[in-house]
T-cell receptor, first 110, second 116 residues
């Protein structure tokens, strides 16, 4: 089968740095995406890694190691508005279908 | 980026009835996706809808229960047929595209369905 594993919940303090990990086992792999979803909202795209290494976009960075089937999302200078669920998702074939992880609820404390 | 609207935003329905959800995109797109998401849970892909061809359903979802139309490159509908309380969920449509390549999808705001 195909699976993605990520922690169910992570707690951090405002202004701190937090890392959300994702490991995957899929039949194919084209890339790893990260999405943010606030309560009651729709998922919004954060990043996509097709190659090994670190991608930085403002306060958010995403890392991929294809050999380890592993990636992470790094959030810096945490703000209260970053409280949300974060999903990793894998693109497993040549079309745009994604397989989704269960999501990580990020709780930020002042 | 694409802007997506969905109708209705929410509905409460009686068991045994059907509801059709509309998804409208502000630009032409090839692939549209329909998802189901229980509150606090992950997204489950129901089907992929390409214009001009039959929708492709994921395991556990069948056309008789979730018929999909894709009449043009900016519009799609998902019908939830013969509803039961187990169909209560949030239904989301999404489209591919954007600079994020294969990994980027744009989502509509969702339709919150409650079946009594």
């Amino acid at each position: 089968g195909q699976s993605l594993e990520q922690p169910s919940e992570v707690t951090a303090v405002e202004g701190a740095i937090v890392q959300i990990n994702c490991t995957y086992q899929t039949s194919g792999f084209y890339g790893l995406s990260w999405y943010q979803q606030h309560d009651g909202g729709a998922p919004t795209f954060l990043s996509y890694n097709a190659l090994d290494g670190l991608e930085e976009t403002g306060r958010f960075s995403s890392f991929l190691s294809r050999s380890d089937s592993y990636g992470y999302l790094l959030l810096q200078e945490l703000q209260m508005k970053d409280s949300a669920s974060y999903f990793c998702a894998v693109n497993t074939d040549s079309n745009y279908q994604l397989i989704w992880g269960a999501g990580t609820k990020l709780i930020i404390k002042p | 980026s694409a802007v997506i609207s969905q109708k209705p935003s929410r509905d409460i329905c009686q068991r045994g009835t059907s509801l059709t959800i509309q998804c409208q995109v502000d630009s032409q797109v090839t692939m549209m996706f329909w998802y189901r998401q229980q509150p606090g849970q992950s997204l489950t892909l129901i089907a992929t809808a390409n214009q001009g061809s039959e929708a492709t359903y994921e395991s556990g979802f069948v056309i008789d229960k979730f018929p999909i139309s894709r009449p043009n490159l900016t519009f799609s509908t998902l019908t939830v047929s013969n509803m039961s309380p187990e169909d209560s969920s949030i239904y989301l449509c999404s489209v591919e595209g954007g600079a994020g390549g294969r990994g980027e999808q744009f989502f509509g705001p969702g339709t919150r369905l409650t079946v009594l």
